[in-house]
């Protein structure tokens, strides 16, 4: 009779095959053993799919408050019939579905203060944390978190059809600054307690408003008259998955060469023949401009 464990290394084996050797056998164990901590079920469930799918992070830790709404059926991989149900508790099935040995530890209360010590520390300590929150308050606390145990942090949001990155390496850098700097010396605290247009500038940085592409800025300001929530797609959903399984792999194989930094990822930078890069980020930051004016802020 087989012993339990080696059911699970042969299964292993027979899913990972085809990935030798772009990730060679001993990378591969370093990645399927990983402590991964994945706040935040929108942008974050395609980060765990892609993650589970490529062999890694057998062992996970996933919050996330909300239920599946209608609205999330346009990036989210699921159905009509999970609607009302936790998010975390979808994607925590699909990815069992994957890897029914996986060992998931999840938190649909959400991220709270109560609680996020011990997600991030255990024991056992996070080996990378994917931040994917809309609240400001804890996407500082997750990042003091990380500081304090050194945990590297990496962060991505959707941009049109593209990606902004974020890469905090607290693990190699104990001098590393919360969002790569652009947002001061501002912490959780502070943030708690900011008003209203404030708090509205805050998100609006954390979330690269500078970088946003121009339908995404004018979306924005419809939100609550023609438009009843963030605008997202599908496609950059499913881009972010993939760039932030990527980092996490490379990441947890402990590459010198993935840098903390903010990343834009246009697909329109790429495929668009008369694309500019450098009139297009001075024309954003016009833009951007703009839209805090006319937010009142």
């Given at each position: 009779?087989?012993h ?6 042969e ?6 095959r ?9 990378e591969q164990d ?11 079920m929108s ?7 892609v993650?589970?799918?490529?062999g890694?992070?057998k062992y996970?830790?996933?919050a ?5 709404e209608?609205?999330?059926?346009n990036?989210i991989?699921?159905g009509?019939q999970?609607i ?7 994607v925590?099935?699909q ?5 029914p040995y996986?060992d ?6 959400g991220v ?15 080996d990378?944390?994917?931040?994917e929150m ?7 606390k997750?990042r003091?978190?990380?500081k304090?145990?050194?945990?590297p942090?990496?962060?991505a949001?959707?941009?049109g059809?593209?990606a ?7 693990d ?6 919360y969002?790569?700097?652009?947002m001061?010396?501002l912490?959780a605290?502070?943030v708690k ?7 509205i500038?805050?998100?609006?940085k ?5 970088r ?12 609550g008259?023609?438009l009843e929530?963030w605008?997202?797609?599908g496609t950059?959903a499913n ?11 490379r990441?947890i194989?402990?590459s010198k ?5 903010i ?9 668009e023949?008369d ?8 024309r954003r930051?016009?833009?951007t401009?703009?839209f805090l004016k006319r937010?009142g802020?």
């Amino acid at each position: 009779m087989d012993h339990p464990q080696q059911k699970e290394i042969e299964y292993l084996e027979l899913r990972t095959r085809r990935n030798r050797n772009l990730i060679t056998k001993e990378e591969q164990d370093i990645y399927y053993n990983a402590k991964i901590g994945i706040f935040g079920m929108s942008v974050g469930s395609h980060a765990a799919i892609v993650i589970a799918m490529t062999g890694g992070g057998k062992y996970m830790r996933l919050a996330d408050p909300d239920m599946l709404e209608g609205s999330n059926l346009n990036r989210i991989r699921t159905g009509f019939q999970n609607i009302g149900f936790p998010k975390v508790e979808i994607v925590t099935r699909q990815i069992y579905e994957i890897n029914p040995y996986a060992d998931i530890d999840t938190h649909p209360e959400g991220v709270t203060d109560d609680n996020i010590e011990k997600i991030m520390s255990g024991p056992p300590k996070l080996d990378l944390l994917v931040e994917e929150m809309d609240n400001p308050y804890f996407k500082f606390k997750a990042r003091e978190y990380c500081k304090r145990y050194r945990i590297p942090l990496i962060s991505a949001a959707d941009n049109g059809d593209g990606a902004i990155a974020h890469i905090e390496r607290y693990d190699t850098d104990k001098n590393q600054k919360y969002f790569n700097g652009i947002m001061g010396d501002l912490t959780a605290e502070n943030v708690k307690h900011l008003d209203r247009k404030r708090l509205i500038s805050v998100i609006a940085k954390t979330v690269g408003a500078e970088r946003s592409v121009p339908r995404m800025q004018k979306s924005v300001l419809e939100v609550g008259k023609t438009l009843e929530s963030w605008p997202q797609l599908g496609t950059a959903a499913n881009l972010c998955g993939t760039v932030l399984a990527y980092l996490a792999r490379r990441i947890i194989l402990k590459s010198k060469n993935i840098r903390s930094g903010i990343y834009d990822i246009s697909m329109d930078a790429i495929f668009e023949s008369d694309y500019n890069t450098k009139k297009e980020l001075e024309r954003r930051k016009r833009n951007t401009a703009k839209f805090l004016k006319r937010l009142g802020i």
